[in-house]
């Protein structure tokens, strides 16, 4: 059964740290993976995308991608405590003629301050 | 507001009513995805939708559930004979995808309760 795996934490990081969260998947075909923030009764918002091997860089956010390893990361620089939320990972496996997104069950980061 | 809506969103219910849920995608988007999450889980795919063809079901989907989206633009999602196991919050998504790729928006979701 192909998985998407997170560590549900939490993971606990002072004001201004990097927090990095980490996801292993196990489509070895998957092309497409993203990184999503839901904070508490509210629905996922994306925050990045990724399709290539190596990093992406939008403000704060760092997605890095290795294919190889089946491993795709986040990392928050400057963390602030209006981070804490959870962090869901996403990949698109292929299930039958389709490529669905898998989610992991998210990893709950809290900044304290 | 250009996001993806969603109607209702709670809907309390007893067991064994049947409920509707809608959903209004973006509007250039020419995908749509339902999931249900509950605590402590990711968003669990139901199915999907490409303009009004329903491509894909999940195999953990009850056939007590149906999924709809007439001329390509909202759909719904019924849930007939109600069970306590169908709490939970239905998340629809939208996306456009091109040449196989597409990131998908959420709408805010329908919280469902069963009594």
């Known amino acids: 059964q192909k998985e998407v795996e997170q560590n549900s934490g939490p993971l606990s990081v002072p004001e201004g740290a990097i927090a990095s969260l980490n996801c292993t998947y196990s489509d070895r075909v998957s092309q497409s993976f993203f990184w999503y923030r839901q904070y508490s009764g509210k629905s996922p918002e994306l925050i990045m995308s990724?399709?290539?091997?190596g990093d992406k860089e939008d403000g704060r956010f760092t997605a890095q991608l290795n294919k190889a390893s089946q491993y795709v990361s986040l990392l928050i620089r400057d963390s602030q405590p209006s981070d804490s939320a959870t962090y869901l990972c996403a990949v698109n496996e292929r299930t039958g003629g389709s490529y669905i997104p898998t989610f992991g069950r998210g990893t709950s980061l809290i900044v304290h301050p | 507001d250009t996001g993806v809506s969603q109607n209702p969103r709670h809907k309390i219910t007893k067991r064994g009513q049947n409920v509707t849920f809608r959903c209004d995608p973006i509007?250039?988007?020419?995908?749509l995805y339902w999931y249900r999450q509950t605590l402590g889980q990711g968003p669990e795919f139901l199915t999907y939708f490409q303009n009004e063809a329903q491509l894909e079901k999940s195999r953990l989907l009850s056939d007590r559930f149906s999924a709809e989206r007439p001329k390509g633009s909202f759909s719904t999602l019924e849930i007939q004979r109600t069970e306590q196991g169908d709490s939970a919050m239905y998340l629809c998504?939208?996306?456009?995808?091109?040449?196989?790729?597409?990131?998908?928006?959420f709408g805010p979701g329908t919280r469902l309760t069963v009594t």
């Open positions: 509007s250039e988007h020419n995908r």
């Open positions: 998504a939208s996306s456009l995808v091109q040449g196989g790729i597409g990131e998908q928006y």
């Open positions: 990724i399709y290539s091997n």
